[in-house]
């Protein structure tokens, strides 16, 4: 869930703590550091057991289960568009002489598998030992962005939302998000630290998992900017290197149209039925898909997509009002796509990737007097994770 925008959080977020001093990092660093990796761990191992457990005993596939036991454990992991990742991973795209739609899915992710699964000796395994090392490393990058600039207790916070986010559970699944997530985490962790070109390295492979690895290359260009007018001294070639994430997206764009597919616009479309619209298309079609469907999975799905679109532009007002710009730039442009669409398909999921609102989150949660408030957000967090999961895992739509 993220954080309520209302007064008391601007109020909590207007003045940054100082960054921690070397000897006070030194201090804090090595043992919060593990309570944190800890913390993010057990909620993670957590979700699974939920998620087989509850399959079981709910005899979801009860046939499967009896004969492969397995791969029983497998399928309530891997679902949707996890089979997309790894038959890209194992056969390339489009293996089965169809010019679309694999090319929606951007190949850094399927790269990775590829390249693990000789490790793991298994490509399933590989493409969920990744999320699962690259969470704990985003963790980690999220724990000490925070830290940074609010303290240990609101980097403690921010890991928690994270780790409870009602969809964080594809944080834990054969999906791409982990892996975008840690690769854009890093970039804006080196930026911070003024190291352009690592950030911009970090930003292109980000560009290559996710189209949205070209919104944090932008926020990282306004950032350059901000540092560029406080330190004049701050090298001009510095900001090439952000011109990385626009290379690495280009070359995979340049590789379907030289294979004569539709683009990756065009696959959305047809596939998915996703295209450019105007705001009140998107609401419009949202609501009259919502109101079609028969299921409750799916009822809870549009609803969740209408809720987040809206949080969004309103998270978005929020990093304005406050001059965040950097940040306001990379969540903006990820609303942004999602609002002029005429459709707000895994809008949810995809909120995931908004980690400036979990950094804020944990700086207002931080404050002693919002205790209360953080109880009610934890236990609904904690529900609707339980919730989406054992959805995922019983193999009805999430988002």
């Not at 090319?103 to 699964?117: D, S, V």
């Not at 409870?164 to 962790?189: I, K, N, Q, R």
């Not at 209408?306 to 007002?317: D, K, P, Q, S, W």
Request: with cysteine; net charge positive; proline share 5%.
């Amino acid at each position: 869930m993220g954080p309520r925008t209302g007064p008391t959080m601007i109020a909590a977020v207007k003045a940054p703590l100082a960054p921690p001093s070397a000897g006070r990092w030194q201090r804090v660093g090595a043992h919060e550091a593990s309570r944190v990796l800890a913390m993010w761990i057990g909620i993670r191992t957590g979700i699974w057991v939920w998620m087989i457990g509850t399959a079981w005993v709910s005899g979801v596939d009860a046939a499967r289960r009896a004969s492969d036991p397995a791969a029983w454990v497998l399928d309530r992991l891997i679902a949707w568009d996890s089979t997309h990742f790894i038959d890209i991973a194992q056969r390339g795209y489009n293996s089965t002489g169809s010019t679309c739609c694999d090319q929606a899915f951007f190949p850094g992710y399927p790269l990775t598998i590829r390249a693990l699964t000789p490790l793991f000796g298994d490509v399933r395994i590989a493409a969920l030992a990744i999320p699962v090392v690259a969470g704990a490393v985003a963790a980690m990058l999220l724990w000490r962005i925070t830290v940074y600039e609010f303290g240990t207790a609101a980097g403690r916070h921010a890991v928690a939302l994270l780790a409870l986010t009602p969809y964080g559970v594809f944080l834990s699944l054969a999906y791409s998000e982990s892996l975008f997530l840690v690769l854009a985490l890093a970039a804006w962790y080196l930026a911070l630290h003024q190291r352009w070109w690592w950030s911009g390295i970090a930003a292109s492979a980000a560009a290559l998992v996710r189209i949205n690895g070209i919104f944090a290359a932008i926020a990282l260009a306004v950032m350059w900017l901000a540092v560029r007018r406080r330190d004049p001294a701050t090298p001009r070639s510095s900001v090439l290197a952000l011109l990385l994430p626009f290379a690495s997206a280009g070359a995979y764009m340049a590789y379907l149209r030289s294979r004569s597919w539709p683009s990756w616009t065009q696959a959305q479309s047809t596939d998915w039925q996703r295209r450019v619209g105007w705001p009140w298309e998107g609401f419009a079609g949202s609501w009259r898909w919502l109101t079609a469907q028969p299921s409750p999975d799916l009822r809870i799905a549009g609803t969740m997509e209408l809720l987040v679109v809206v949080a969004g532009v309103a998270f978005v007002a929020l990093l304005a009002r406050r001059r965040r710009w950097a940040e306001c730039v990379y969540v903006g442009l990820s609303v942004g796509v999602l609002l002029f669409s005429n459709r707000f398909l895994s809008s949810p999921r995809l909120s995931v990737l908004w980690f400036p609102a979990f950094v804020l989150g944990g700086a207002w949660l931080a404050h002693n007097r919002h205790r209360a408030w953080g109880r009610c957000i934890y236990a609904a967090s904690i529900v609707g994770l339980a919730v989406t999961s054992l959805l995922f895992s019983a193999h009805l739509w999430v988002s």
